[in-house]
């Protein structure tokens, strides 16, 4: 989930992501490395477009393992609280 807050007043609004929208962000990440010209961001970008490919990957396996009934996945349209 990725929280959006334009301002600090307003409400949290969640977002469901899912795991071809993190391998399209990272293919985006990889082009911008490639075409930046200085070396850290470049680097900083491939970087986060790893993270996003890994995190894609957990995704896939996360939906596999619920989709062969072994895992039950929350569908609340609210986060669990911590207590």
């Not at 929280?3 to 391998?23: C, H, I, K, P």
């Not at 850290?40 to 062969?68: F, G, P, Y």
Request: charged share 30%.
């Amino acid at each position: 989930m990725i929280e959006n807050m334009s301002n600090a007043d307003e409400a949290y609004e969640w977002v469901w992501v899912d795991a071809t929208y993190l391998r399209d962000v990272a293919q985006r990440c990889t082009v911008l490395a490639r075409e930046c010209p200085h070396i850290v961001t470049s680097h900083q970008l491939e970087a986060i477009a790893v993270e996003l490919m890994q995190k894609a990957a957990e995704l896939d396996d996360l939906q596999k393992t619920d989709r062969e009934g072994c895992l039950t996945v929350a569908t609340s349209a609210e986060p669990a609280r911590s207590k």
